[in-house]
């Protein structure tokens, strides 16, 4: 060490108070998550993932597998080391990203992920692959690894902890964190990666104690060192060399080898006979070796060598099993820093990684002669085929065309080409190594975490869940979940960019996971874009005829992933019985669908129905409407039952009527400032698809009517969209469920039959017909509420006209118009709902518009416009045809005995006013 570096070390404890005086600068900068209303179409959450101004790491999914990434290799990092200590459902079982604890992103924890609470970070710069390529080895997957052996260069107590001395480090499930180098000018770490250093140290877990860097000083800036120990680490460590041959080797001598423990006598899962294959740890550098399906031997003081592509696809293995990997430069000789620590390693074993136009023979022989090892070559045409002869040596997934015993397990999936300056993807395939290698790793508590997500479509008559969940600690039989066949979950690398998996990876993926003729038979054949008959995968997953699909995790964007490639893996890893194609367009909720002119705002979808769309009531349409039900099944919703107009304070049901959702799991409502669903209603478990309110099967394929309930904001309005079963979201229909922006009745009015048209009321065939009627009352002795006025009600006018559907499975459907009028103005409206006969009685449900009216106009304008601070591409209730608000609807036509002439209709309607004032 210079004098210099001498002399900053020993002033090190004066700044430290400095440090910490700006360590407030250092924080996480309050999340200000986006709004509902700005986010737009596409694979995006439904509540945006908890973010910065400046990170927003995502989660994209298709059926079988998730997306891990960024807008750049450092927000992919954060992301990785944010899903290897997540433990909630999103985006598969949950709707919601966000944790309802907070808004910052360390608290947030319900994405998908491990769920395990790394105890170290590991920090690399992200320039350059070259000081970072051994640096998955350092992370300790299972937490048994004698932890490696490594120099403190700054500690928040340095006279406990000397600057200078040696300690071990624990690194279980260690991510790796990409920051800018000290050669790009860089002086401290990069947002992204402050952001999971903070996290995993204060927030999330709260477990990581100790942070590594990787690499010199022009690497890794020096200050990230203080800057670790200003954000709450207690020891700091760098391992460097002066190339990224003495890095490499620094690293490989931290961990050392070990031999095979006394008293093991071989694999403890020797074989997949019984369809498994079980990794196991053993001690540093012990490795299974399977040479054939059926065969393992164990491997003691095993070392690594390969050039750098082909150490990316080994980081999962090489973690597991705290493996030393050195490196050669592809040139005939050897490193001049790898041949000594070869001969230091005391190695039994040798792997070497790549062909001979890689690391040529008598490179390699020179390698196993200087560590006195027996060598091993794992080599493919390519480096995609080298990284499935390593899943195959070390996972045990020798492919033998049955499914079953494939089934419930994950691969990790990293885009890679080119070399050197020009290599593409090698970042994200650092963060994958760790990430990879603790997903195979048997999780805490026993227990293994699932994600329950939905095989075949939401609409089918049986929905089958599936789960993705790492292998339990303990005795299976008494786990939750039954953990993957294959524990291994390896890296398989791709073409950055490729549209399509390479040849090798394809081969091993659908000679893995392929489906039994019984599973085929059971969902009707394949098809040019998967299975004919999704519908049926749910019922034969249940009945055992089909296996669980496996997972697809992949890291990086849609820059170096594409998206058909992801697709054709999460449909291979099914058996096929899924289409490959997935449609990134979102599932639009109500009329609304793309402008043609500005595909930035919506507008009427062709052909809808006047008024259809989402809205708010206070009015309960319980009867011929789901309401979101509680665990026992009732249609409870609010802390009362009290279901009349102007009651349960501070609550609101959110509605869609029929057709206004498809192909969506869950209804969300949220808020425009708050990241967190105020409600959430999952379609396929309360049975919106199958089966009406009023118990009657007519929704095959078309979402039903339904509500759900939700807290009043403070402020600002509620949005509602649909989630289909993977995370990808609609637009929002903006409901501005202000209580002081309400038009409402304050009883039910009862009107008297003025008119009749049509078929008899009393008659409801099933072949088709219509009823009209006009009713009208002068003597309502009731009031309007429309803001800020209340006045009395003095005459009311309804119109309805009752169309009865084609068959049982076709439900009656009305409309209406309505007008009320006071002494000095009127209020009109229009309404689009169900209907049902109960034997002398027509039960009307539905939507409400505010059309018009004098009061109205005066107030809010004969041009109603949506409020200030909505984005324009959004819904907003009740304004596609140029109303001024939307609400529900609920009336009964009481059938009397002396004809058409002395029926009656009770009705009621309210409606939030959203247009502009």
């Known amino acids: 060490m210079t004098g210099k570096r001498q002399g900053l070390r020993v002033r090190w404890v004066a700044a430290l108070a400095a440090a910490m005086t700006v360590a407030s600068l250092l924080a996480v900068p309050s999340a200000s998550g986006q709004t509902a209303s700005a986010a737009g179409p596409g694979p995006v959450p439904p509540s945006q993932w908890p973010q910065s101004h400046l990170a927003a ?136 990666a402050r952001l999971a250093a903070h996290d995993l140290r204060q927030g999330g877990c709260n477990a990581a104690r100790q942070a590594i860097v990787v690499g010199g000083e022009s690497a890794v800036p020096a200050g990230v060192e203080t800057e670790l120990v200003s954000i709450g680490y207690s020891e700091v460590f760098r391992v460097s060399g002066l190339t990224r041959y003495g890095t490499a080797a620094a690293v490989a001598t931290s961990l ?117 090892a027996e060598m091993l070559r794992i080599a493919g045409p390519d480096r995609y085929a080298t990284s499935v002869a390593m899943v195959k040596h070390f996972g045990g997934w020798w492919p033998n065309r049955n499914g079953k015993d494939f089934a419930r397990s994950m691969v990790c999936l990293v885009a890679s080409s080119g070399r050197g300056d020009s290599a593409r993807g090698w970042p994200d395939a650092l963060s994958a190594g760790p990430w990879c290698g603790a997903a195979s790793a048997p999780s805490a508590q026993g227990q293994p975490y699932v994600v329950e997500r939905i095989a075949g479509t939401v609409t089918a008559p049986e929905i089958g869940f599936v789960g993705a969940a790492r292998r339990p600690a303990s005795d299976p039989s008494t786990a939750e979940a039954p953990g993957p066949k294959r524990s291994a979950v390896p890296i398989l690398l791709v073409p950055a960019r490729a549209s399509e998996l390479p040849s ?3 081969d091993l993926l659908r000679s893995s996971f392929t489906a039994r003729r019984q599973c085929i038979s059971a969902v009707g054949g394949l098809g040019p874009r998967g299975a004919v008959d999704a519908d049926a995968y749910g019922a034969a997953l249940n009945n055992d005829e089909c296996f669980e699909p496996g997972f697809v995790v992949a890291f990086g964007g849609p820059s170096v992933i594409h998206p058909s490639l992801m697709a054709e893996a999460s449909a291979a890893v099914s058996g096929r019985l899924i289409p ?40 309960s349409l319980d009867g011929l409407v789901h309401h979101r039900a509680d665990d026992k099944g009732r249609y409870r919703d609010s802390d009362d039952d ?106 039910p009015v009862t009107l008297q039959a003025r008119g009749h048209n049509g ?41 309805i006209q009752i169309v009865r559907g084609l068959g049982e499975e076709d439900p009656d459907r009305f409309t209406a118009l309505w007008s009320t009028d006071t002494a000095s103005r009127t209020v009109t409206g229009t309404v689009a709902g169900e209907a049902r006969l109960n034997g002398n009685v027509w039960e009307l449900r539905g939507m409400s518009v505010l059309s018009g009216g004098t009061w109205l106009i005066d107030v809010f304008g004969a041009e109603s416009q949506a409020p200030s601070g909505l984005d324009s591409s959004v819904a907003v209730a009740g304004l596609a045809d140029g109303g001024y608000g939307a609400g529900g609807f609920v009336g009964t036509i009481s059938l009397n005995d002396f004809g058409p002439d002395d029926d009656t209709v009770t009705w009621q309607a309210d409606a939030f006013i959203n247009a502009a004032p």
């Open 57 to 192: 790491p995502q989660l994209e999914a298709w059926p079988n597998g998730v997306r891990i990434y960024g807008a750049d290799r450092h927000q992919t990092a954060l992301a990785a080391a944010l899903t290897m200590r997540g433990r909630g459902g999103f985006p598969f079982d949950s709707p919601d990203a966000t944790s309802r604890a907070g808004r910052s992103l360390a608290a947030a924890g319900d994405w998908w992920g491990l769920g395990v609470c790394p105890r170290s970070v590991i920090v690399a710069a992200s320039d350059s692959p070259a000081d970072a390529l051994a640096a998955a080895a350092l992370s300790d997957s299972t937490g048994g690894s004698s932890e490696p052996y490594l120099r403190r260069v700054a500690a928040g107590d340095p006279l406990f902890d000397p600057i200078g001395g040696y300690s071990r480090v624990d690194t279980l499930a260690a991510p790796i964190l990409l920051t800018d180098s000290a050669r790009s000018g860089a002086q401290s770490l990069n947002h992204s």
């Open 256 to 372: 050392g080898t070990a031999p095979i423990p006394d008293g093991v006598k071989g694999c403890a899962d020797p074989s997949a006979s019984d369809g498994d294959a079980t990794m196991t740890f053993y001690a540093n550098s012990v490795v299974e070796w399977r040479p054939r399906a059926r065969e393992c031997e164990l491997l003691g003081r095993t070392v690594v060598l390969t050039v750098g592509v082909d150490a990316l696809a080994a980081g999962w293995w090489t973690s597991f099993w705290q493996v030393p990997v050195v490196l050669a430069d592809g040139s005939d000789y050897l490193p001049h820093e790898t041949a000594t620590a070869l001969s230091l390693l005391d190695a039994e074993h040798l792997i070497v990684l790549g062909g001979t136009s890689q690391i040529p023979e008598q490179v390699a022989a020179l390698a196993a002669n200087l560590s006195g």
């Open 504 to 506: 090798s990876v394809s």
């Open 580 to 619: 490959a194609e997935v449609d990134a367009n979102p599932i639009l909720v109500g009329a609304q669908t793309k402008d043609p002119a500005n595909p930035s705002r919506t507008v009427k979808a062709p052909g809808a129905p006047r008024g259809v769309g989402a809205f708010a009531t206070r009015l």
């Open 642 to 747: 009290d279901s009349t107009a102007g009651s349960s304070p501070g609550r609101v049901w959110l509605c869609l009527p029929r057709s206004t959702y498809e192909g969506a799991r869950w209804l969300v409502a949220e808020t425009s400032r708050r990241r967190s669903p105020v409600a959430v209603a999952d379609l396929p478990q309360l049975g919106w698809y199958g089966v009406d309110a009023d118990g009657v099967a007519r929704t095959e394929g078309d979402g039903g009517p339904g509500c759900l309930a939700s807290a009043l904001p403070d402020d600002g309005p509620l949005a509602v969209r649909a989630v289909g079963p993977f995370g990808r979201a609609s637009q929002s229909t903006v409901l501005v469920a202000d209580e002081y922006r309400r038009f409402w009745m304050a009883q």
């Open 759 to 799: 078929l008899p009321g009393a008659d409801d065939p099933t072949d088709g017909g219509v009823t009209s009627w006009s009713f009208r009352s002068d003597q309502s002795r009731n009031y309007l509420h429309v803001p800020p006025d209340r006045e009395e009600l003095s005459d009311a006018f309804l119109s």
